[in-house]
């Protein structure tokens, strides 16, 4: 079947440690995007990347970095440089109808998301 | 830029009763609107989308939802609810130019369905 893989599902981080979200997608999508969720707060965007070798920041960057090596994959880095990292995060990705300004129509699809607690 | 109220928190309902959910946007330019649920400890799964055309959108579940741009509203209904409803629903909003980057969601409302 197609889809987003996230893992692990549970992390745990300790104080000054970097950890690594993996995000992998089977859908041939171009477009990826990570999000951050916090209770009664909605989606975040942290980044998000239209191609490969390429990605911007988003609304929350700060403390987290993120690789576009494959179409497949992109990877989250957790730095310690994050203050309050203890959140569900979320991969996404969606098509890209390249030649075209209508691309905000297109459905995001989501991973199971990924659970990070700081002990 | 673009915003999302989403009016009620937390909507607890009988199960086979109506329910609404109520979103509503703020946005100085065209949108295109969407309905995403999540259950427990999972992703989003997208419900329905408005991009154009008629107004009243049918969406996976028994759901729809009706853009009133006037009110800039779009809020989200189901005639007769079941226990397998109960999950957290996000309205979200993206301008028509530009990519699903842009996307905005709103605070979410939590639909739990009571027997």
Known sequence: DGGITQSPKYLFRKEGQNVTLSCEQNLNHDAMYWYRQDPGQGLRLIYYSQIVNDFQKGDIAEGYSVSREKKESFPLTVTSAQKNPTAFYLCASSTQLVGTGDRSGNTIYFGEGSWLTVV | ?115
């Open chain 2, 1 to 115: 830029a673009q915003s999302v109220t989403q009016l009620d928190s937390q909507v607890p309902v009988f199960e086979e009763a109506p329910v609404e959910l109520r979103c509503n946007y703020s946005s100085s330019v065209s949108v295109y609107l969407f309905w995403y649920v999540q259950y427990p400890n999972q992703g989003l799964q997208l419900l329905l989308k408005y991009l154009s055309g008629s107004t009243l959108v049918k969406g996976i579940n028994g759901f729809e939802a009706e853009f009133n741009k006037s009110q800039t509203s779009f809020h989200l209904r189901k005639p007769s609810v079941h226990i397998s409803d109960t999950a957290e629903y996000f309205c979200a909003v993206s301008p028509l130019q530009g990519g699903s980057e842009k996307l905005v969601f709103g605070k979410g409302t939590k639909l739990t369905v009571n027997p």
